[in-house]
């Protein structure tokens, strides 16, 4: 009785996901012994969820009692990177365009060449969903470590679209978790 109201559950929260059929979660439940509860594909729930996100406004930018505001007017203004990395959601390659973090931080006074006691310091990168990720300012620096932490406004030479304004993407890394959509606060704080 228990295995039928648990399916029963999860058939209930498939009908509200949008664009998930019933049928669709049926196929990732072949193999599975009669009764099994389903195995569903959260990855792409999430990536359901997270594309009905809130709306994107400018980017602000926080580091102690300085502060920037960014529009895409603004950051078409600085000169650019591109970068080529695979994105797992889509499962293909991607050319994104946009300024690396370290130029924004700089301008704000953080250091773009860390030493000693600025490895404290992190970042807290936000979208306007409420998703946030973290970096050390050893992941973000090109003096320390040679992967790109971008903030893109184009992708394969177009608008974000869904994905707002701007996006924070990075190299090296085996999946984009870390990779923030509607991307609208980045705050550098200080570990104790």
Do not use: C
């Not at 228990?2 to 058939?11: D, E, L, P, Q, T």
């Not at 650019?80 to 499962?91: D, G, P, Q, R, S």
């Not at 932490?149 to 184009?154: F, I, N």
């Not at 608008?159 to 707002?164: F, I, P, T």
């Amino acid at each position: 009785m228990r295995g039928m109201v648990a399916k029963a559950v999860v058939i209930l929260a498939i009908g509200l996901m949008p664009g998930l059929s019933y049928s669709q979660s049926q196929g990732a439940n072949q193999g599975q012994p009669m009764g099994a509860p389903p195995q569903l594909d959260t990855s792409r729930m999430q990536e359901e969820m997270t594309h009905a996100s809130a709306p994107a406004g400018p980017l602000k930018i926080i580091f102690g009692a300085k502060s920037s505001e960014w529009t895409p007017a603004t950051l078409a203004t600085l000169p650019h990177t591109t970068i080529t990395v695979y994105n797992e959601h889509v499962k293909a390659n991607q050319t994104f365009s946009g300024v690396p973090l370290t130029d924004l931080l700089a301008q704000l006074g953080v250091p773009s060449k860390p030493r000693g006691k600025d490895f404290r310091l992190y970042i807290v990168a936000e979208g306007s969903d409420g998703y946030q990720v973290v970096y050390s300012i050893g992941e973000v620096t090109p003096d320390v470590h040679d992967g790109t932490v971008l903030v893109a406004d184009t992708v394969d030479g177009k608008s974000l679209g869904n994905n707002g304004l701007f996006q924070l993407v990075a190299t090296g890394e085996k999946r984009p978790a870390r990779w923030v959509r509607n991307l609208v606060g980045i705050r550098v704080l200080a570990a104790q």
